[in-house]
Structures are given as structure tokens and as C-alpha cells.
């Protein structure tokens, strides 16, 4: 092998080595951000750590809604109609927030097994669901009551 071919094999091998340092730190960065969606019943039935960080999304259960009213302390419960989680919240809730409708809440699990929400999503019009809230509410009760269009 002529040296000019060493050089440039030693090159390409060096960029390759690089490209592929450069996509592992970039895949353990975004690892450590993503939210995976979670329905109740995926949260109940795998062993989700306490503190890990996670989509919880499904219907409002009627008549679970208490608000300190103190505080922006709220609580609600959260189902697909299989299972349930307590929600609790601190801050202000967006204006489509009710009760029976779809919602999905970025957070974590606490130690008793309710859901600390950091962030509360509600669905933008009376016909729209987002499809993971539909798929894990058809999922959990087949008989068509999720009560969403794509």
C-alpha cells in the first residue's frame, strides 16, 4: 500500500470513527428527553420507576376535578375507562380543560402512586383526539366508547 493510500484510508477511517461517536452522544442526549405516551392501564401494568418522566394521557373521570381554592393546587383523575391515576397539578389549566374530555399530562410517578403533572394538555375541539388517546382508550375498551375522531 503506497503511503498516499495509508493517508487517505487512516482519514476515512478517522471521519467514520468520529461520525460515529458524534451519533451515539447524539442518540443518549435525546434518549434521556423523550416522553413516551403512557395510557393507565400501561402505567398500571409495567414497572414504570418512581421519578421517571412520562406521557399519561386518557379522559378526565366526571366529578374527580377538586381545586384548593386557596392555591392553583388541582386534582382529577385520569382514565381509559379500564384503569385510573390521580393527577395532581400546580398551575393554571388550560381554558378547553373539562371534565369527560381528552387530556394528555407530561410528568412523573410519585411514591404513593398518583402522577405529579409538570404540564396539562387538553384537546383542541370536541371532535379531535390525538390517535394515541385513541388507540389506548380502544385498546382498553373495545366497544367503541373512546368517544374520538382521528
Given amino acids: 500500500m503506497t503511503p498516499t493510500r495509508k493517508r487517505r484510508?487512516?482519514?476515512a477511517?478517522?471521519?467514520l470513527l468520529g461520525m460515529g461517536a458524534a451519533t451515539s452522544l447524539?442518540?443518549?442526549a435525546l434518549g434521556d428527553n423523550l416522553l413516551y405516551f403512557q395510557s393507565p392501564s400501561d402505567v398500571l401494568s409495567n414497572d414504570i420507576q418512581t421519578g421517571q418522566r412520562f406521557r399519561l394521557g386518557g379522559m378526565v373521570q366526571p366529578g374527580s376535578v377538586q381545586r384548593d381554592p386557596d392555591t392553583l393546587a388541582v386534582s382529577f383523575v385520569v382514565t381509559d375507562y379500564?384503569?385510573?391515576i390521580t393527577v395532581n397539578y400546580q398551575g393554571i389549566?388550560?381554558?378547553l380543560f373539562?371534565?369527560?374530555q381528552g387530556v394528555i399530562t407530561n410528568g412523573a410517578l410519585?411514591?404513593?402512586?398518583?402522577?405529579a403533572a409538570r404540564e396539562v394538555l387538553a384537546k383542541h375541539d370536541e371532535k379531535y383526539m390525538p390517535p394515541e388517546i385513541t388507540d389506548a382508550l380502544e385498546r382498553a375498551n373495545p366497544t367503541g366508547t373512546a368517544g374520538g375522531q382521528r
Avoid at 410519585?110 to 402522577?115: K, L, M, N, P, V
Fill in 9 to 11: 484510508l487512516s482519514i
Fill in 13 to 15: 477511517l478517522f471521519i
Fill in 98 to 100: 373539562r371534565e369527560g
Fill in 110 to 115: 410519585t411514591s404513593d402512586g398518583e402522577f
Fill in 82 to 84: 379500564q384503569q385510573s
Fill in 26 to 28: 447524539l442518540l443518549y
Fill in 93 to 95: 389549566l388550560p381554558d
